[in-house]
C-alpha cells in the first residue's frame, strides 16, 4: 500500500472531472478531500458508490479503505490544505458563461488560503478568468497575495470519458501559473499525477488551448454533418467518401457525422470563445457560430430524414411507434449531458410518435417521461414501425438489428446491411 505523502489536496467538485483526479491523487498517495455541494452525492461516494462510467465502485471502495479519501460538504474540512484544485461546472446561460460555480468555490477556499498553498482552477472558462476573476476573489477573502504569499494557476482538464486509452494518468497535461513560481508550484504537483505535463506561457494561454481543442472538434464534426446532409441530397455515400478519405496518411483527420453533439464540452466550449472574442473585440467567431447552428440542427435533420422514412411506406409520425437505440451522447457511456438523442426524441414526440427507447448504460432518471425504456430484444424491433439508431453502444446486438434492416435508420454508421438507411 503506498503511504501518505503528508501533502493535503482539496479537489472541490466530485463529478466527471474531479473525482477522477480525487482517485488518482489518492492512489499516488495524497490525502484528498473530495468536496461537493451536492449532499446526495457525498452520501452516494461516502458508501462506495460511483455514477461515473471511468470511476468503479471497486476503484472507489479501495481508495476509501486507505483512510485517504474524504468525500464531504462540509467546508472545515478544507482547513489546512496544501494544493487544492477546483473542477466545478461552468455552463452557459443564455448564451454567456455562467460562472457562479467558479466564483462560489473561490470564496469558499478563500478562507483557507495560506501562505505557500498552491489553487489550480480546472474548470472549462474564457480567457481571463484566472487572472480576472478566480484570483481577485482568492485575494480578497484571504488577504494574500497570489503569486507572492500562495500559487494560482490553471490547467484544462482533459477528461473523455469512456477512452480506454486515454486515461488521466496518461493524458498529457496542460499547466500554467499567474507567475513563474506558481508555474512552478503546479507543474510539481501535476507531474506526479501524470506521465507528462505541458507548460505554457500563462493562464490564458492554458485557457484558450481548451477551447482551441473542443473547437477544432466542434467545428471538423460541423463540416462532415453537414456534408452528410448533402451527400444524401446528391445521392452519395458520405461513409464511403470518409472512409476513402481516412486512407490517406498525411493531411487528413477522419471525423464522423451522427446525430449531433452532446456531452459538456463540445455544445458549450465553443460558445466561451465566441462570446469572449464577441465581448472584447466586437467581432464574430465566424466558424463557431457556423458550427453551432450547423450541430445544433441535426436533430431536426434526423427527424426530418424519419418523417421520409414513414412517408415512403405510407405511414404518417403521428401514431407510429418508434424505437430509439440509444439516448447517452456518444457510444459506451451513461452521461446523457445535452445528448443530441434527446433532442430527437422530443422533436419526434411533439409529431405524435409513440416512442419507446433502449440504454443499457443511461439511468432511467434522465430520461423524459414522454419516452418509454423497454428491454432489448426481438419483440421491441418487430413492433416498431421504425428503429432509430442514435448512440452505437457496443452492448447491443447488431447481427439482431441488422435482421429488420429495412425499418433502421442508423445515424451512427454501425450496421453494415444493404438495406440500412443511413444518415
Not at 458520405?238 to 472512409?243: P, Q
Request: with cysteine.
Amino acid at each position: 500500500m503506498i503511504t501518505s505523502t503528508g501533502h493535503r489536496v482539496v479537489v472541490i467538485g466530485q463529478g466527471y472531472v474531479g473525482l477522477p483526479l480525487a482517485m488518482r491523487a489518492v492512489e499516488v498517495g495524497f490525502d484528498v478531500v473530495g468536496f461537493d455541494t451536492d449532499k446526495n452525492r457525498v452520501d452516494l461516494l461516502g458508501r462506495g458508490s460511483t455514477f461515473i462510467d471511468d470511476i468503479g465502485d471497486a476503484e472507489l471502495a479501495a481508495a476509501l479503505a486507505t483512510g485517504r479519501y474524504l468525500p464531504t460538504s462540509d467546508h472545515s474540512a478544507m482547513e489546512g490544505f496544501d494544493t487544492a484544485v477546483v473542477c466545478v461546472p461552468t455552463p452557459l446561460r443564455e448564451g454567456a458563461p455562467d460562472l457562479d460555480c467558479i466564483e462560489q468555490a473561490a470564496r469558499t477556499l478563500a478562507g483557507h488560503v495560506t501562505p505557500g498553498c498552491c489553487v489550480i482552477l480546472e474548470s472549462t472558462t474564457y480567457p481571463g478568468t484566472t487572472d480576472e476573476v478566480f484570483l481577485p476573489i482568492l485575494e480578497a477573502g484571504s488577504g494574500l497575495r497570489a503569486g507572492v504569499d500562495f500559487a494560482v494557476g490553471y490547467s484544462p482538464e482533459r477528461i473523455d470519458p469512456g477512452n480506454p486509452a486515454w486515461q488521466f494518468h496518461n493524458t498529457p497535461k496542460i499547466v500554467s501559473g499567474v507567475d513563474g513560481r506558481s508555474l512552478r508550484a503546479v507543474q510539481e504537483f501535476y507531474d506526479q499525477l501524470v506521465d507528462r505535463t505541458v507548460a505554457v506561457r500563462g493562464t490564458r494561454e492554458a485557457e484558450l488551448t481548451k477551447l482551441l481543442e473542443n473547437t477544432f472538434r466542434h467545428v471538423n464534426i460541423a463540416l462532415v454533418n453537414e456534408l452528410a446532409m448533402y451527400c444524401h441530397g446528391l445521392g452519395v455515400d458520405v461513409w464511403s467518401v470518409i472512409d476513402a478519405a481516412a486512407s490517406k496518411p498525411f493531411g487528413f483527420m477522419r471525423f464522423s457525422p451522427g446525430p449531433g453533439v452532446g456531452g459538456h464540452c463540445l455544445p458549450i466550449d465553443p460558445s466561451y470563445l465566441s462570446w469572449q472574442v464577441r465581448r472584447s473585440l466586437g467581432k464574430a467567431f465566424r466558424f463557431v457560430e457556423i458550427a453551432n447552428d450547423v450541430n445544433e440542427h441535426m436533430p431536426d435533420y434526423v427527424v426530418a430524414r424519419a418523417v421520409e422514412h414513414l412517408n415512403r411506406r405510407h405511414m404518417a409520425v403521428n401514431g407510429s411507434r418508434i424505437l430509439l437505440l440509444g439516448l447517452s451522447y456518444k457510444a459506451n457511456s451513461s452521461d446523457a449531458r445535452l445528448s443530441p438523442a434527446m433532442g430527437v426524441a422530443k422533436r419526434l414526440h411533439a409529431l405524435g410518435a409513440e416512442l419507446r427507447a433502449v440504454d443499457p448504460l443511461i439511468d432511467e432518471a434522465e430520461v423524459p417521461v414522454e419516452v418509454a425504456i423497454v428491454p432489448w430484444g426481438p419483440e421491441q424491433i418487430e413492433r416498431a414501425d421504425l428503429v432509430i439508431v442514435l448512440t452505437d453502444h457496443d452492448a447491443f446486438d447488431w447481427v439482431l438489428l441488422e435482421r429488420h434492416a429495412d425499418r433502421v435508420f442508423d445515424t451512427r454508421n454501425r450496421l453494415r446491411a444493404a438495406e440500412v438507411e443511413r444518415l
